[in-house]
């Protein structure tokens, strides 16, 4: 075979090989793509119930309120009578726990069981930024406190959020305070579950 007809042929089979491949793209790939797609939005998009079915067949195992995805747990402790009493009975809170200032964001945290996931210690009036407390910095009396984690990625991995409830509770009984949930409505048991079963 002569040169000539070589670079016929392996032009011939890369145009078969070309069609093949078009092919290949044509009926295989666009239409799963169309398929991916339309499974992302069929999920995104909320389901529609008829609501007479859905009052004819409550479903008793339904949780009172829609489950969202939550980002961070988050409670307050309004404190009872804000003073320089409970300024320093928060200081020396803070320091029993090991707590460390982040001068950058004004707030404690607190490592427990995660360090790579710390418990944020945050003002609640207003929301946001804590005086160092550790360091004297002069303030006006704290009025609540925020304690904030967010959720382990998986539920094995939850001993921060055993802390977390358990550093709520001792905050609570330590200020005689109110302790609210993420929605301003008073903690209870069933929020502290909640929030140890995500």
Known sequence: MDRTTTIIVLAFASLVLAAIATAIFIYVIVPWRRRRRAAKAAASRPVQV???????????HAPSKQTKKVTQHSLFIIFDQPSEDSDERLTQWLREKD??????????LIDGQQPSNPITIANAFPP???????????HAPIK???????????????QQMH??????????????????????????DSTFEQIIGE
Do not use: C, W
């Open 163 to 188: 802390v977390y409830v358990e550093l709520a509770k001792e905050m609570q009984t330590v200020f005689s305070g109110k302790m609210l949930n993420d929605e301003r409505e008073l903690a209870t």
């Open 99 to 108: 707590a460390h200032y982040d001068a950058l964001k004004k707030i404690f």
């Open 128 to 138: 946001g930024e804590m005086p160092d407390l550790l360091r004297g910095e002069t």
């Open 50 to 60: 008829d609501s007479s079915e859905e009052a004819q067949e409550p479903d008793a």
């Open 144 to 158: 609540g406190i925020s304690l904030l984690v967010k959720p382990p990625l998986r539920k094995r991995r939850n």
